[in-house]
């Protein structure tokens, strides 16, 4: 059986942290990882930090295209559809941090004084980290230094000490938004319950009807937002999740392609395998021969 995301109740993804005593997420990653280099578009109550190593790509968030490239990153506040993609397939290397705000968040005055405040900026889902200015380049030095620090015994408190500092310089250089309820965008809405929807149901058997009707809105609308949004139609993002899911089981499983292929809500092996080679350029055995480290 596959290993299904798991849901909150607003349909956010919960985030499988490195320890389970620590709200952490910090890994590298190569583009090339995911279906036509397009990683899947989620959203979560964490903050997101991207440092590139190498290569560039391009990030969505909330639909606006942002290019990175060797050297820069990008911070993403909590609660922002966002994902990266190269549409000319180009590799790209880079440290993937997810910390939930929790960690800062000792005492209630930190929260309500610091905290919220940069969690509610509506003018902030996110910033673009550029190593030519001072303080963004700190930023992207504290990415580094959680990533050489986080297999250490000590690497939980290193990495708050980092987020700690990172917070601080959001703070200092974030202009203050005197809108503090932070009204969500009503398409932004919506388009997060049809991707929560394809999340949780990508197993089954699920139509372009049942897609928009987990939005509550027409098909014609919910093709527009998941164009808007992923510059993709709503069955290929369903494709290309199945797809994502199934090299999780390629690579850390010992199960058949047919057996695969039915657990990740494709029809049969062959319909599968030749949607994986158009995606991959070569079949899922392949993939699993000579891509995956044994």
Known sequence: M??????????????????????????SGQLSHHPNY???????????????????????????????????????NAR????????????????????????LCSVSSYENNFVLPILRNTAMPYVFLDANITWQK???????FMYTKKDLKTGPLDVQSAFSAIWSLLYENIPPNDNMISPQSGDLTITKNMVGFIQK???????????????????????????????????IYLTQYRLNKSI??????????????????????????ETFRKWFGKSPTEFRNNDVQK
């Open 201 to 235: 149901y990508y197993t089954q058997k699920i139509s372009m009807m049942d897609i928009a009707a987990s939005g509550a809105v027409g098909q014609s609308k919910c093709c527009r937002l998941f164009a808007k949004y992923f510059g993709q139609t709503p069955n």
């Open 80 to 103: 922002q559809m966002h994902f990266g993609f190269s549409d000319t397939r180009s590799e790209c290397d880079f440290i993937c941090i997810l910390l939930h705000p929790m960690l």
């Open 138 to 144: 700190k930023i992207l030095e504290q990415i580094y």
């Open 38 to 76: 397009t990683a899947p578009s989620h959203w979560h109550d964490d903050i997101e930090m991207i440092a590139i190593l190498a290569g560039e790509m391009k990030y969505n968030v909330n639909g606006e295209i942002i290019n990175l490239t060797s050297g820069n990153g990008i911070l993403v």
């Open 2 to 27: 596959p290993t299904l995301i798991e849901l909150k109740d607003d349909r956010s993804e919960k985030v499988h942290y490195d320890k389970s005593d620590y709200p952490i997420y910090i890994r």
């Open 248 to 273: 999780e089981l390629l690579r850390y499983t010992d199960l058949s392609i047919i057996e695969i292929a039915l657990s990740v809500g494709f029809s049969s092996a062959s319909y599968y395998a």
